[in-house]
């Protein structure tokens, strides 16, 4: 099993930057595929952004592409999102996920496990 733990969130002004980290402890990090994902007030979870277990695959939603980063290091057991040109329609809780097969899928059925979420509010 892996725990994470995101932090990060908080409250910035449209156009602004915000990092998310995601702390996993446990089974290594790099065991894990690993996603972000971010649910909205009324909203399904939806999938931001996803990395390989070795960091060379990245993949994401449409509606980031462009703005966010998703990276790792797995000496550190942690995955990062960076977000770069927010805007208000990103406010959302954000998740970090992981996932034990092999591969990048944006379902959320396929991440075993779930950190707490953390907030991003962008004000415009």
């Known amino acids: 099993q892996v725990q994470l733990v995101e932090s990060g969130g908080g409250l910035v002004q449209a156009g602004g930057s915000l990092r998310l980290s995601c702390a996993a402890s446990?089974?290594?990090?790099?065991?894990?595929?690993m996603g972000w994902f971010r649910q909205a007030p009324g909203k399904e979870r939806e999938f931001v952004a996803g990395?390989?277990?070795?960091?060379?695959?990245?993949y994401y939603a449409d509606s980031v592409k462009g703005r966010f980063t998703i990276s790792r290091d797995n000496a550190k057991n942690t995955v990062y999102l960076q977000m770069n040109s927010l805007k208000p329609e990103d406010t959302a809780v954000y998740y970090c996920a992981a996932d034990p097969n092999v591969g990048l899928t944006i379902r959320p059925l396929s991440y075993d496990y779930w950190g707490q979420g953390t907030q991003v509010t962008v004000s415009s």
């Open positions: 446990g089974r290594t990090a790099s065991s894990y595929t």
């Open positions: 990395i390989s277990r070795g960091g060379s695959s990245t």
